[in-house]
């Protein structure tokens, strides 16, 4: 109920929607154009009275925790945290589905490509993972069906500190990092897929980067196996780096 999105509505105005329901915005009672005049919340009709402006600013926050839900992948899903951390993130934007979902309805499965599938079975401990395009893919799938103006981006080459520019405009990253954000493991597949290689390693794993505090250099996950997570930003961003710089961005 204390969370927004502003969404440029063109004409120097932008509309600021409830995160509860996105048809719901802020808007200027009566159309008034007194001081003192109340703000509500009103259905979205397009009108001056749900239009605003924002000034320019340099301010760049120190700290940010967007407070992504968190739902654990076990029992159902012991090798499903890529499907789980898309859940998270979609139940983060409003979306109402379970955590077997997205994993059983979107994510098709294949006996080898972990690039635009998963491979195996994410019901099963010798399931494999798939990768961001896969998720991407998944991700629009869903939206389109929900009739949604969002759309998921493969953001994947991005370097780990141009991601906080994401989270500072309310949009938190899905990235493959490593279980318990623990050592690499040796990776034992390889695949290609539009110029770039993929590899996944023993002990995959993706999260959600939810927050950061520039100050501390700390890094705020939801992780389907830990929960909430508070983990060192370098470390982080070196974990991410070693999983190929995969990250998908909603907004």
């Keep these: 109920a204390q969370r927004w999105f502003v969404e440029y509505a063109g004409n120097g105005g932008f509309k600021i929607s409830s995160a509860l329901n996105r048809s719901l915005v802020l808007d200027v009672s009566g159309g008034s154009l007194s001081n003192g005049s109340n703000i509500q919340i009103y259905a979205d009709n397009g009108s001056a009275a749900q239009r605003f402006a924002f000034s320019p600013t340099t301010y760049s926050a120190n700290?940010?925790?967007?407070?992504?839900?968190?739902?654990?992948?076990?029992?159902?899903?012991?090798?499903?945290?890529?499907s789980v951390a898309l859940t998270n993130m979609l139940l983060y934007y409003g979306f109402s589905l379970s955590k077997t979902y997205m994993a059983d309805v979107y994510i098709p499965r294949s006996g080898s490509d972990f690039v635009t599938s998963f491979w195996g079975n994410p019901h099963y401990s010798n399931g494999n993972c798939v990768s961001a395009p896969g998720i991407t893919s998944a991700a629009n799938n869903f939206l389109r069906d929900r009739g949604s103006a969002l759309r998921a981006y493969d953001v994947t080459g991005s370097s780990f500190w141009s991601l906080y520019d994401y989270v500072q405009k309310g949009h938190p990253v899905i990235i493959w990092s490593t279980m318990y954000q623990q050592t690499i493991g040796p990776a034992y597949a390889w695949q290609w897929y539009n110029g770039r290689q993929y590899a996944t390693y023993t002990n995959s794993h993706t999260v959600v980067l939810e927050g950061f505090n520039r100050d501390s250099g700390q890094v705020i996950l939801s992780d389907s196996l830990s929960g909430r997570v508070v983990c060192d930003a370098n470390w982080a961003n070196m974990l991410y780096t070693s999983r190929g710089s995969q990250a998908v961005v909603i907004k």
């Design 63 to 82: 700290y940010i925790d967007l407070g992504v839900p968190f739902i654990g992948q076990n029992p159902e899903l012991p090798t499903g945290c890529e």
